[in-house]
């Protein structure tokens, strides 16, 4: 069982986050060498998707992503953790702004300040990650979040996001497991 196949069809969260890392620990114990990670998400949670980015990262095996819909927002940097990151021809990828949803809360300036820069570092972080992961330049991956960009197959080869498109997914005969919360 050295090479799994992994389907993260969910939103990044907090909860869908343990539940990968729960079944990549199991799979690592299990003797996995490769991990191929089967991507489609709207996206969700930056903290949530840069624990996952980094976690990817750091695993000491080979780490293969593979977008089969949509890799949107931070499942964009999700994606970008694979050392090899294919894409199917029918898909898309979403860069845009960070955004904070507020309900009922109150600010004062100290911590609105506060907010203000922790969105900036998200964005700062991110960007960095992509742009070292795509081969381009820091202030041309912010600019493109700032402004919200959509990505095809071929638009996202072009970008540096994408190694190869590819429409096959899984071999015939692999491990193949579902995330599921």
Known sequence: MSEIYLNFNLEVNPQSTQALFKLIQDQLSK???KLNLLISSPGGFVDSG?????????????????????????????????LKRYTVTNSRFLLHGISLPIENQRF????????????????????????????????????????????NSEEASKYGLVTEIKDDLIPAGVNFINVII
């Open 108 to 151: 004062n300036e100290t911590s609105l300040k506060e907010t203000l820069e922790s969105l900036k570092n998200q964005r700062e972080t991110i960007s960095k990650i992509i742009a070292k992961e795509c081969k381009t330049k820091v202030g041309d991956v912010e600019k493109n979040m700032l402004e919200g960009i959509i990505l």
């Open 50 to 82: 840069i624990a996952i980015y980094n976690f990817l990262k750091g695993l000491p095996i080979e780490v293969v992503t593979h977008n089969y819909g949509s890799c949107d927002s931070i499942a964009a940097l999700v994606f970008c953790a694979g």
């Open 31 to 33: 003797g996995m060498k």
